[in-house]
């Protein structure tokens, strides 16, 4: 079965402490790994797409890299601003166009 | 302008009622989806819609009906509402085209009563 599993489910961090969240997939024949991020009460904002392994992406403070097995998203020296849910998707084997399995996300909280 | 925007953003509702929820993107997408999110913020695919065909998720509900006036607008209608209804209720549109990301409305938070 098509699976994403986010790691860890929340992470806490002091203003300019850097760290990663972790998502891993099983989907066999990938077509693309999506981060978003969703703040409270809002609908998930698109990040990145990674395609391949070996892919990484940028955005201000946010890395998002791609093996052949899990993403990572690397936030360095993060702000306040950057507390959010961080959400991980991939299509199904299969499945039809922006038809995404997401993982249940990251609760990342940053504390000036 | 919103990309994709939806109504309403809450909607207080007894059981057993019929409910609609209306949907409109602006990016000319040829492909829209209705996403639940439930309590435990878990986001799941209950639809994906385009011109040509409706791929529904076997484990939503026939009381869900998604209706498409155009390519535009898709909304999202239930039936006989029950009290596990609740929950926010996201539609999303991509190109539908390659393997693009998929564009989300603001939500639409769902209490039954």
Redesign the interface.
């Known amino acids: 079965e098509d699976q994403v599993t986010q790691s860890p489910e929340a992470l806490r961090l002091q203003e300019g402490e850097s760290s990663s969240l972790n998502c891993s997939y099983t989907v066999s024949g990938l077509r693309g790994l999506f981060w978003y991020r969703q703040d409270p009460g809002k609908g998930p904002e698109f990040l990145f797409t990674l395609y391949s392994a070996g892919e990484e992406k940028e955005k201000e403070r946010l890395k998002a890299t791609l093996t052949k097995k899990e993403s990572f998203l690397h936030i360095t020296a993060p702000k306040p601003e950057d507390s959010a849910t961080y959400l991980c998707a991939v299509p199904p084997r299969g499945g039809s166009q922006g038809n995404l399995i997401f993982g249940k996300g990251t609760k990342l909280s940053v504390k000036p | 302008d919103t990309a994709?925007s939806q109504t309403p953003k809450y909607l207080v509702t007894q059981m057993g009622n019929d409910k609609s929820i209306k949907c409109e993107q602006n990016l000319g997408h040829d492909?829209m989806?209705w996403y639940k999110q439930d309590s435990?913020?878990?986001?799941?695919?209950m639809f994906?819609y385009n011109n040509k065909?409706l791929?529904i998720n076997e484990t939503v509900p026939n009381r869900f009906s998604p209706k498409s006036p155009d390519k535009a607008h898709l909304n999202l209608h239930i039936n006989s509402l029950e009290l596990g209804d609740s929950a926010v209720y996201?539609c999303?549109?991509?190109?539908?085209?390659?393997?693009?990301?998929?564009?989300?409305?603001?939500?639409t938070r769902l209490t039954v009563v």
Do not use: M, P, W
């Not at chain 2, 435990?40 to 695919?45: E, P, S, T, V």
């Open positions: 994709v492909t989806y435990k913020k878990f986001l799941k695919i994906s065909e791929i996201f999303a549109s991509s190109t539908g085209q390659g393997n693009t990301e998929a564009f989300f409305g603001q939500g």
